[in-house]
């Protein structure tokens, strides 16, 4: 179990950066968008809002290449926060882990925040788009968590578990929910399960657990599509505060010059 340094009792304030899609070229295009200078139009409201920690949801690398990995690794480290990560259906782990060491290069990785456990996992399936888990891997997860004395736990993972009601990446989603729900709906302690991949915001709850997809920072469908249709809002991520009481709050963070305006939206 890894325990995040200078935890305390307090509030855990974590931003998830997902899909960031980064190529070998940073001048690549990406459904339109340049990612990397995306990214970058993050960063300042990241270091604003002064996070605890990082947790990036996968498909960090759009080609999957070391100096992609490296540009994000450099780019994210300005945040002066520490990170975690875990692989979508883009990257490739052996390549990845080299830049992002804490995640689930093992088999699910844990973190302890304050009264949290923070458990990463990785839904990718090698050759495809759509995500799986095997019974080993839930059971690893299972083991993991009445291992630790924790109150209250968080899970991320790439591929959403639940339909976003968009069909172009609904198409792609986890192929095996109900092993994951079944391990899930074991652990009462399990407050919030969060995922990429969908690039676009998504909030729901299943039985009580808090369910949320986090935008792209590089490219966002509106959402409810047949079609990925660039959602002109921009880039975006998402940021989470996690309470000593178990409670959470949330939203989404976009850059200062956002064309909506809008820094943040705030859900209880
Ligand atoms: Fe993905």
């Not at 498909?59 to 979508?88: I, N, W």
């Not at 259906?89 to 844990?110: E, S």
């Not at 986890?174 to 399990?190: A, G, H, K, T, Y």
Request: with cysteine; aromatic share 8%.
């Amino acid at each position: 179990m890894t325990p995040l340094s200078g935890c305390k009792r307090k509030t855990q304030k974590i931003i998830q950066i997902s899909d960031c899609h980064v190529s070998v070229d940073c001048r690549a295009d990406y459904r339109g968008q340049n990612p990397d200078r995306n990214l970058q139009s993050l960063l300042p409201v990241m270091r604003a809002w002064d996070p605890d920690l990082l947790l990036l949801t996968g498909d960090v690398s759009e080609d999957a290449s070391p100096a992609s990995y490296a540009r994000v690794a450099a780019m994210t480290g300005t945040v002066g926060a520490p990170l975690l990560a875990l692989p979508g259906n883009h990257d490739l782990p052996k390549v990845m882990k080299k830049h992002f060491p804490l995640g689930p290069w093992d088999g699910p990785f844990a973190c302890e925040a304050g009264p949290w456990l923070l458990v990463l996992m990785d839904s990718t399936a090698r050759g495809s788009i759509a995500g799986t888990f095997s019974q080993q891997d839930m059971e690893r997860f299972d083991r993991l968590l009445r291992g630790s004395s924790a109150e209250f736990v968080l899970v991320a993972l790439h591929h959403q578990p639940v339909p976003v009601n968009s069909p172009w990446i609904d198409r792609y989603a986890l192929e095996n929910p109900d092993l994951f729900f079944q391990f899930i709906d074991r652990d009462s302690r399990v407050r919030c399960i969060t995922w990429g991949h969908i690039h676009q915001d998504f909030c729901s709850r299943r039985h009580g657990v808090r369910l949320f997809g986090a935008p792209s920072t590089a490219a966002n469908s509106l959402p409810q599509t047949r079609r990925f249709t660039l959602d002109l809002a921009g880039p975006a991520c998402r940021w989470f505060e996690l309470g000593v009481d178990g409670g959470l709050e949330t939203g989404i963070l976009q850059p200062a010059q956002s064309s909506t305006g809008k820094t943040s939206q705030r859900i209880k």
